[in-house]
């Protein structure tokens, strides 16, 4: 394979392990666990990899010598720059405990380990792809690992290959699944480890002892470059109105760390939306109104960044698509059925008042894409429904209005975007690369201690990586009842936007003086080599959340 020169020269990058990790280690048991709500429910569902402790690692001065052991990994969801690092991490994990240990890769997600569709990972592979952005080392995919004939299909694979610790890369729903599988694999006494690993680029899956996922430093870097640009440009020109729509399926992490990155004239976040219980009518007002303000002083130009999740969290329309994912559950065969002209009705024909009412006055768009399939999680697809576009057209016509009131003098251009594949596979920063090099090893030292049901954990990211913490958290300890495909399920939960922590804090006492003066702020690319300030600094949203600063 050709290689640019940035590759050849990244290829050499060794990524810094944290200090505990460069010697043998001992796993160290802190407290019992309980999971964060519902526990009654959750232990019932998992008796035998409920309430385990939580683990450290230390170093271990008499250290036994290591057997060989072969695993299997599996890159499942959407892309996040570094998972090749947690591969590569794992391979020199693996193989630091015996030289004679496997990693075999299933294909294409969580499907390929169903169909045992795999490759074995060889040095001269994992070298490959070594600080390298993607999954196309094995590639990865959303199929869904639910059932329990999906589970003993894959066990049949994982005993042929005498696979002892399957390693699981994933977000919040693969790794409610891993925690599944793991619970099932302890009731049959499968002998087979399966640990998690924290990865999306949304930046929604993190508590305490996972301070981020891993993706998120890297793809809000890329986006916030790009922003950066376009804001260049948009004070260069002084004419247009960009719309930006940010990746990020449900929490606004993505777009708050770009604002505060950047600086620009508005930022929605879906959090604060549905907190004030405002209606699209007031976003559109709140944009309108600084877009008037702007103008009066002469600037017909500015940014609005807005998140992809944002239309599930505007209250009335998460009533409408909760009763809608019911609906559409319950009636799929027939729904099938119905001719794409007559869905619309259909649906308006079958929903309560109500939600029929809000779901009537939908542009046709918008309508069409809530009422297409899910993901297999059950998801609505947001990154297809433009939000961008809807925003700034209603914007266009309130301005319109105000113009005939005589409120609004300016002219209003608007451009759009929307940022997410663009970021999901750029090669990871030197944070990203160092710390999923670091979730690989840990999850490879995770199961030197036999451990099941984990997620691989490493904190104290906003210090030097040879000094990060790390160890393994029980997958269950995440874990609430949520409403799935119209039934209680128990799942990882979400962390949202929290309005009181420190980064919304901060954009929220910054944002009316960026909304009316033109403060952009230029981040630049990525940078990989030169002064730690400019190429190892964390994403501001870690650094405000674990320092405040
Ligand atoms: P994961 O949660 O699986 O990491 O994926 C996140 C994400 O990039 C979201 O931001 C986005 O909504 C979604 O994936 C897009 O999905 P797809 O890759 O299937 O188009």
Redesign the pocket.
Known sequence: MKKSALQKARAAYQPKLPIVLTGAVKAVEGNATESVADQEEIKKLFPNTYGLPELKFEKNPSPSVGTPINVGVIL?????PGGHNVISGLFDGIKKIHKDSHLYGFLMGPGGFVDHQYIELTNEIIDEYRNTGGFDIIGSG?TKLESKEQFDKGLEILKKLDIKALVII?????NTNAAILAEYYKSINAGVQVIGCP????G??KNDMIET?F?FDTATKVYSEVIGNIQKDCNSAKKYWHFIKL????ASH?ALECALQTQPNVCIVSEEVEEKNMTLADIVDNIAGIVAKRAAKGDNFGIVLIP??LIEFIPAMKKLIAELNDLLAANATEFATVAAAGQRQYIIDHLSAENAAVYASLPEGVARQLSLDR?PHG?V????IETEKLLSEMVGRRLAEMKAEGSYTGKFSALHHFF??EG?CADPSNFDADYCYALGFNAACLINSGVTGYMSSVRNLTKPSVQWITGGIPITMMMNMERRHGAMKPVIQKALVRLDGAPFRKFAAKRDEWALNTCYMYPGPIQYFGPAEVCDQPSMTLRYEQEGK
């Open positions: 499942s969801g959407g892309q996040a959303r994933g977000g919040d729903d693969s990865k999306t680029i949304d929604d899956l996922s993706g990746m990020g399926r449900s993505i992809e999740g993901d998801n697809q947001v990154s297809l997410g594949y999901r």
